[in-house]
């Protein structure tokens, strides 16, 4: 995939019926855009990219019951248990191996939470308009199924703070700012907190990006550095269901 003028994009709907968080970067990893929208907005967005590669944090498809097949089981390191993990995802029961945790995918749509039911529309609006699983040669439009708390913690080396919190957030931030992403430097924070601002209830937290947007931008990150150097990041799951795409040529044991 020649990357030269390709958009990176990465897509958060883990809002469910809210609002889409999605955020775009260059070949330099400068910020081109970072908005919410509703579904339409996003792939007015997407569909108006003569090349891009699209990170999507949510489900490829449903489970396509794989777990279930003694083929399929005795192939996995370790084999799990007789009669265990049967309604996982392949990529979801690697993931739970090297203890990241990770939302199982029912085999029944109507059982998936909202916001794998607007995953699996995204990936199949994004099939209308000519984008193929990655890797693909000759495809200038290309998409990926990323876990985001999977990306932090391979890059981090540890499991990350929890998202919604402060110290999650900045610990986020700060690690997207050292892969040379152009975000702010969260540490700068501190610089602002003075003793005065806290009596007087004030945090100043402008520059530190929300949860949902920074699974966005780890999201587009991971879709640069699949494109670009391939060889930096691996691919679990079994293709047939959904591969997950990871920041990381290799995984520790445990996490």
């Not at 794989?66 to 005795?74: A, N, P, S, T």
């Not at 248990?81 to 109507?110: C, D, K, M």
């Not at 990006?209 to 999201?219: C, I, P």
């Not at 991971?222 to 795409?245: C, D, F, H, S, Y």
Request: aromatic fraction near 10%.
């Amino acid at each position: 995939m020649l990357f030269h003028n390709t958009t990176f994009i990465g897509i958060d709907p883990t809002a469910g019926e809210r609002p889409i968080t999605y955020v775009a970067l260059d070949s330099d990893l400068q910020l081109l855009a970072i908005s919410k929208g509703d579904m339409h907005a996003v792939l007015a967005f997407v569909g108006g990219q003569r090349s891009a590669c699209v990170a999507i944090n949510a489900p490829r498809r449903p489970n396509q019951k794989l777990m279930r097949r003694e083929d399929i089981r005795q192939k996995l390191s370790p084999p799990p248990a007789p009669g265990r993990w049967e309604n996982f995802r392949v990529a979801e029961y690697l993931l739970y191996q090297h203890n990241i945790r990770i939302p199982h995918t029912s085999a029944e749509i109507e059982k998936c939470p909202a916001w794998m039911k607007v995953g699996f529309e995204l990936y199949r609006r994004l099939e209308k308009f000519g984008y193929q699983t990655f890797p693909q040669k000759e495809n200038p439009q290309q998409f990926l199924e990323v876990y985001p708390y999977a990306s932090y913690a391979a890059l981090l080396g540890i499991l990350p703070f929890k998202k919604k919190t402060l110290e999650g957030r900045l610990q986020r931030q700060v690690l997207l700012h050292t892969k040379a992403i152009e975000v702010p430097n969260a540490m700068r924070i501190f610089e602002e907190i003075t003793r005065h601002k806290i009596l007087q209830g004030i945090l100043p937290l402008d520059s530190l990006y929300s949860a949902e947007e920074l699974d966005a931008l780890v999201a587009a990150y991971t879709a640069w550095l699949a494109a670009t150097t391939p060889k930096q990041i691996m691919q679990i799951g079994n293709p047939q269901e959904g591969q997950i795409v990871l920041p990381t040529p290799t995984l520790k044991p445990k996490y």
